[in-house]
């Protein structure tokens, strides 16, 4: 796939033909350096941004092509089949913990009730469960992040895409999260695409894409990792 970035007479071509295949349960990680592309492939393959409109690109996901979904479509898409890991959280300061992981069920047109639950499932699956009614600013940095990632879940998703996922916590707290992600991969089959600059994060997961000016140089499969 290309993406190419344009200001006035400024080209900027972001990804420059990038071609994978990711399966169901794998876990994965995009790394590279700062500006390579990783974050845009990404937001390309999750639909955030739209890939060049060159003949022949095709996005997959579950089978469904979202490159020519509207963008109404694509954003409930979004809500029902995937879920989204930031580094910043980007959790909603107003809610509780159980409010937030339940938002993406609503906005999909599920019933408050069933949402709740599902909710409050989704933060059980994370450690959290007791923390349900408390908001963002009631909890430690590792304890948001985690609530980041029950709301990633609570919609039973096909793929979870996760952008630096522990680059706002400290050491402790990182090792915990991806020691977390690694144990939903395994339990739940969790296909995760994990961008990461990070060498130990990248070594847990079993396949590493490397990224480099907009293209993938080197796919290594890994094998079972702990």
């Given at each position: 796939m290309k993406k190419t970035y344009r200001s006035g007479p400024i080209v900027v071509p972001a990804l420059r033909g990038a071609s994978l295949e990711i399966a169901r349960g794998e876990m994965v990680a995009v790394m590279g350096p700062s500006g390579c592309?990783?974050?845009?492939?990404?937001?390309?393959?999750?639909?955030?941004?739209?890939?060049?409109?060159?003949?022949?690109?095709?996005i997959l996901i579950d089978g469904e092509e979202i490159t020519t979904m509207p963008d109404r479509a694509k954003t409930l898409y979004r809500s029902r089949r995937m879920g989204f890991i930031f580094q910043q959280f980007n959790?909603?300061?107003?809610?509780?913990?159980?409010?937030n992981v339940e938002l993406p069920l609503?906005?999909?047109?599920?019933?408050?009730?069933?949402?709740?639950?599902?909710?409050i499932d989704a933060l059980a699956s994370v450690g959290l469960e007791a923390q349900a009614?408390?908001?963002?600013?009631?909890?430690s940095g590792g304890q948001q992040q985690r609530v980041t990632i029950a709301r990633?879940?609570?919609?039973?998703?096909a793929i979870v895409w996760?952008?630096?996922p522990t680059?706002?916590?400290?050491?402790?707290?990182?090792h915990e999260i991806i020691d977390l992600l690694k144990r939903l991969n395994r339990e739940q089959s969790l296909t995760l695409v994990v961008v990461t600059h990070a060498r130990?994060?990248?070594?847990?997961?079993?396949?590493?894409?490397?990224?480099?000016d907009g293209v993938v140089l080197a796919d290594g499969r890994r094998g079972a990792s702990n």
């Open positions: 592309g990783k974050t845009t492939l990404l937001n390309c393959l999750s639909g955030l941004e739209r890939i060049d409109d060159d003949e022949g690109q095709s959790l909603l300061p107003v809610l509780t913990a159980a409010e609503l906005v999909s047109g599920v019933d408050h009730k069933t949402a709740r639950k599902r909710a009614p408390q908001r963002p600013g009631e909890l990633a879940l609570v919609n039973n998703p996760a952008d630096e680059g706002a916590l400290d050491a402790e707290n990182s130990e994060i990248g070594e847990r997961c079993e396949r590493i894409l490397t990224m480099s």
